[in-house]
């Protein structure tokens, strides 16, 4: 029988309408005037990391993530713990209205050390409820840096070693969940080897955590059956942008657990909990899954923080539903 719950893809808003949810966009400017340190900067990124947490707890999802609040973007905060790379100017993150700053090769590929350790250990602390640490991915990593040669696979393949040692890192710091961000993947029309190459080096060094690797901002029906074969624990799948993933979902057999990214997490208009639960249902009766996660089709940093909160409220019900409460 397959068991329901509840959580956030990753990421959640840094910035809200009340003013203790204006912290850490505060700080950050007074530090670019000389008016705030870096210990400031830390400081409100911890308070406001404890506040998503807490609005994740109070709506009953679990595991919970720290929103990703200290992340300037999913690629440049990953390689800032790397030589090898300069940040450059701006590029569009896939089709958002946001941007990110785009890292240019320029050298060996070397982990200093650890990136999202820290962040995670202080959600561990104040957390109630299980914490999901969360990397991007070396592929979608390699799609968004300009390389002068070798060309993004040769790329992606020098990263895996620096993200193998930061999941090993996790997992000694006592992360149970550890999930790698590939939305590049919605690009593509057939499973790149480096991603398998990547999940078996993950796998190996990810001790009792438990391993998945999350796709959204579109499809990968062409990819399913190779995604289902990869040695992970669980897989998340938009299933709102992509849509078209679920005739291929329905068609697989997945005793595993399946985050399903039922919830718009750029649209405001907010979803009938019936609705998302009977369409978790589908998923999990066709597929045989283990457990569904009832989850954002992506990052709710898109929405304000008020509609966000909203949306947890959906997530909680509409898995509730599905799991057969009233």
């Known amino acids: 029988m397959t068991a329901f719950s509840a959580a956030i893809l990753n990421g959640y808003p840094r910035i809200g ?7 850490l966009r505060r700080t950050l400017a007074k530090r670019d005037g000389g008016e705030a340190s870096d210990a400031d900067v830390l400081t409100a990124v911890e308070s406001t990391a404890e506040a998503a947490i807490r609005e994740q707890e109070s709506a009953g999802l679990s595991p919970v993530t720290d929103g990703q609040v200290a992340w300037p973007d999913p690629v440049s905060h990953l390689l800032r713990g790397l030589d090898g790379f300069v940040l450059g100017g ?15 090769r320029t050298g060996r590929v070397r ?7 820290a962040a995670f250990e202080h959600a561990r602390r104040v957390a109630g409820r ?19 040669d070798g060309g993004t696979e040769a790329l992606a393949r020098e990263l895996v070693p620096s993200i193998a040692e930061e999941v090993r890192a996790l997992a000694h710091a006592g992360a149970t969940q550890i999930q790698i961000d590939e939305p590049s993947l919605t690009h593509e029309a057939a499973l790149p080897d480096v991603v398998r190459e ?14 998945g690797l999350a796709t959204y901002f579109g499809g990968v029906s062409a ?12 897989l998340a799948f938009d299933l709102v942008q992509g849509a078209a993933s679920l005739p291929a979902l329905r068609r697989a ?16 208009r907010l979803e009938d909990p019936a609705a998302v639960a009977g369409a978790a249902r589908d998923v999990a009766q066709a597929t045989g899954a283990a457990e569904v996660v009832v989850t954002t089709s992506n990052s709710l940093e898109f929405l304000p923080r008020g509609r966000a909160r909203d949306k947890l409220a959906v997530l909680a019900k509409a898995a509730a539903l599905a799991g057969g409460a009233p």
Do not use: C
């Open 17 to 23: 309408d009340a003013p203790s949810e204006q912290v």
């Open 130 to 148: 299980p914490v999901k640490a969360v990397l991007t991915g070396p592929w979608t990593l390699a799609s968004h840096t300009r390389v002068a």
């Open 223 to 234: 990819l399913v059956p190779d995604l289902l074969a990869l040695p992970v624990d669980f």
């Open 253 to 268: 057999r997945a005793p595993m657990t399946l985050y399903l990214g039922l919830v718009d997490a750029r649209n405001t």
């Open 90 to 104: 701006l590029i569009r993150w896939f089709d958002t209205n946001t941007y990110i700053r785009q890292p240019e």
């Open 198 to 211: 990547a999940a078996a080096s993950f796998a190996a060094g990810k001790g009792p955590s438990r391993l």
């Open 111 to 117: 982990r200093r050390g650890p990136v999202t350790v």
